[in-house]
């Protein structure tokens, strides 16, 4: 255990953006399986809805530093091709 009082304060501070970003990456996740069993169960208007809640959640994600620009382009990209392609 920390005996400074800095290193304490960083342990806490790591513990609550940690949580954080656990539950917006949850947020996307399940953002994300939305669009995959609206793609699964064969529904154009309701893929294209949950694409669109999936791609704003990830963008949110990305403002905050939870991933990389990179990765949620990738992830929107493949999502959206998977829609189109029904």
């Not at 609550?16 to 609206?38: L, M, Q």
């Not at 791609?55 to 620009?69: D, I, M, N, Q």
């Amino acid at each position: 255990m920390a005996n400074i009082k800095s290193a304490k304060k960083r342990i806490l501070v790591a513990e609550k953006r940690a949580a954080r970003n656990k539950s917006i990456r949850s947020k996307v996740k399940t953002a994300i399986k939305k669009v995959d069993a609206a793609i699964a169960a064969n529904d154009k208007e309701s893929a294209a809805a949950a694409l669109r809640a999936a791609t704003a959640e990830l963008s949110k994600a990305t403002t905050k530093g939870v991933y990389h620009k990179n990765t949620s382009s990738r992830k929107i990209s493949r999502l959206s091709q998977a829609v189109n392609k029904m």
